[in-house]
């Protein structure tokens, strides 16, 4: 608003000062050098201007999140938080009738109903917002469900604390959160206890050992500030190292591989199907290659779960599944 209204005066004092010079050069009131160091003084005007805008909505933008955080701050715990760890093993979980609708009214998820058993690999799919990432955002419990239940291990997922329950699973979006540190600090702020051996193991199960070998520090090499100096595939391998590194009994994906190729997308989902039978996976994928040998499948059609199977069970179906991924084979297949 403030910076159409600065626009607004800036449109006018110049408008107004060509019609008005126009006139008295036509009087022989004013030279055209008169015009010209008028024209200047009333663009010298407008840079502190731009900056007192500018200021401004700085100012606003940052009072608003102050009053987010000071809100955040007063609001009292619901629950208590639990001493003993949440998951024994890898844990089971239960959609019961779910539903949820955004504060904007926008219905996102219509009376969802599937279980998971513990250690299975499930894969979400479907077009964009279909509701795969609510999915995830509600087992985090960054939503409330508005009908229905989630159960995780049997238990009402209201009867774990959030500290506790975010803290006990590993979740990785296609949007790497990274620090201004090096490779190897980057993936074991995740586990900072953890073993040469265990670090390797991540880093071969993230395909990121060309990457540390191309280096030129290896594991110790400085990444910038958010990972800017690697490239957008390898920033979401080293957050996949990390999830890795942390070896949680639920690991949600959301979409994590995005910007990766093929191949290396496969050689990561190779080893989350080989290597992780102890802990039960979430991912929202988008290429169907790279979850066809998941335990299920659950497409999401506009907030409702429209199939559900394997692979060939739901390319059999001659369904959604199979209209998806005859696209994308076709695709291939032109490339």
């Given amino acids: 608003m403030f910076g159409a209204l600065q626009l607004l005066i800036v449109g006018i004092g110049l408008t107004t000062l060509t019609c008005l010079a126009g006139s008295d050069i036509l009087a022989h009131q004013l030279t055209i050098g008169d015009f010209v160091l008028l024209n200047s003084y ?6 502190p201007l731009s900056t007192f805008g500018y200021a401004v909505r700085e100012a606003q933008i940052g009072l608003f999140n102050l009053s987010e955080l000071l809100h955040a701050l007063s609001v009292r715990r619901r629950f208590e938080p639990i001493t003993q760890n949440l998951f024994k093993g890898a844990p089971s979980i239960e959609f019961r ?27 979400l799919v479907g077009s964009s917002g279909a509701g795969k990432s609510t999915l995830i955002k509600l087992l985090l419990r960054l939503y409330k469900l508005d009908e229905g239940q989630i159960f995780i291990d049997g238990q009402p997922i209201e009867s774990f604390s959030e500290s506790q329950l975010r803290q006990s699973i590993s979740y990785v979006t296609q949007d790497a959160h990274l620090l201004d540190r090096s490779i190897r600090e980057n993936i074991c702020f995740a586990c900072p206890q953890a073993s040469d051996v265990e670090l390797e193991q991540a880093i071969r199960c993230s395909a990121l050992t060309p990457v540390i070998a191309a280096a030129s520090h290896g594991l110790n090499t400085p990444i910038g500030e958010r990972g800017n100096k690697l490239s957008g595939g390898e920033r979401q391998r080293v957050a996949l190292a990390r999830a890795f590194l942390r070896n949680s009994h639920l690991l949600l994906l959301d979409e994590p591989t995005t910007a990766l190729d093929a191949h290396t997308e496969a050689d990561i989902f190779k080893h989350l199907y080989e290597r992780y039978h102890q802990t039960t996976r979430l991912v929202v994928a988008h290429r169907l290659s790279a979850i066809q040998h998941a335990d299920l499948i659950l497409v999401l059609q506009e907030g409702s779960i429209v199939e559900a199977g394997t692979h060939s069970s739901l390319l059999a179906q001659h369904g959604v599944y199979a209209s998806l991924w005859r696209k994308q084979t076709s695709l291939l297949a032109t490339e």
């Fill in 42 to 47: 009333l663009l010298q005007f407008t840079l």
């Fill in 97 to 123: 009738n779910a539903s949820f609708r955004h504060p904007s009214g926008k219905h996102v998820l219509h009376h969802a109903s599937f279980s998971v058993p513990a250690g299975a690999f499930v894969a």
